[in-house]
């Protein structure tokens, strides 16, 4: 998907599903709240990824979720920021509502598991 112009500069720690999640978010919200709301998204969801990239952002951990690499989730609602709290890197961002164990593909059978790097 190419990135469009009004969408600007992107953090260089955004993976390429990253990107199309952030553009997909962006087009969205301009097409249905217009493009001061879209523009303040953008705002809010870069400031996030930035102090991710800068290491100032402090991930949690989800025991629903178990995924193949160290993954952190990070809050900007209703928008969920999933990274790699090592390398940070910004796997995806998804809707809050989303199922993350389906999502990601290995949901957690047991409920005191807390290992999400398996």
Known sequence: ??????FG?????LSRQAVDDLIRI???????????VAQRSRGRLLSKIEAIQNGTAI?????DVRTRR???FLSEEPWVICFNPNTRQ????????????????RPNTST??????A
């Open 90 to 105: 910004v796997y995806r961002i998804l809707h809050g509502a989303r199922d993350f164990p389906t999502v990601f593909g």
């Open 26 to 36: 962006l087009r969205w919200s301009a097409r249905v709240f217009g493009s001061v």
């Open 9 to 13: 500069k992107l953090p260089g720690n």
């Open 112 to 117: 005191t598991a807390t290992d999400d790097s």
């Open 59 to 63: 991930g949690h951990r989800r025991a």
């Open 70 to 72: 160290p993954t952190e």
């Open 1 to 6: 998907m190419a990135l469009p112009d009004q």
